[in-house]
């Protein structure tokens, strides 16, 4: 059992990351064996998110230090955090997805910005693009054009090539016969 300074420590690590992640999800579980909670926080590490199984008494705590007071009725049974970093996206979409796989586990709701999220949209901003996949849209929108640009200039030239080709054959009787 931890002891009050532990547990003061705990609530404010826990107030700081609802206060600093760009995105905090509050999931409940139950019967999830180790190796599927190893999966999960793995899965989670990938995306730069960190995972974390709270005591509820703890977690209302941080939340009211927090400003986060709208998570409170979310922590019953056993609940747990994802707390992401700079890819919210993917915190999201991996998290949708184990809680797809595994429904021995469920997404609740939600911290962005300060703002309460519910499963719905917590859900949509899971279905969104990820950084890497809006980077190489952007990527082939700016090459597409230029690329069009690119050839249409190439047959431009190749056509001038050889119409100058054909006059100068053409005219190659006329010199040869001077």
Known sequence: ???K???VEIVDALSSALADAPLSIVAGYSELTVS????LRRQMRET???FRVVKNSLAILAA???NAEHLEPFFHGQTAFAFSGEDVI???RALRG???SNPKMEIRGGVAG???LDTDRIARLASLFGVEQLQSELVWSIESPISGLVHTLAGTIHGLVYALQERVEQLQPHAEGA
């Open 36 to 39: 599927d909670m190893q999966a």
């Open 114 to 116: 300060g703002q309460a």
């Open 64 to 66: 009211r230090q927090s």
């Open 1 to 3: 059992m931890a002891t």
């Open 98 to 100: 184990f809680t797809a």
């Open 90 to 92: 993917g915190t999201a």
């Open 5 to 7: 300074a532990e547990k």
């Open 48 to 50: 730069g998110a960190k």
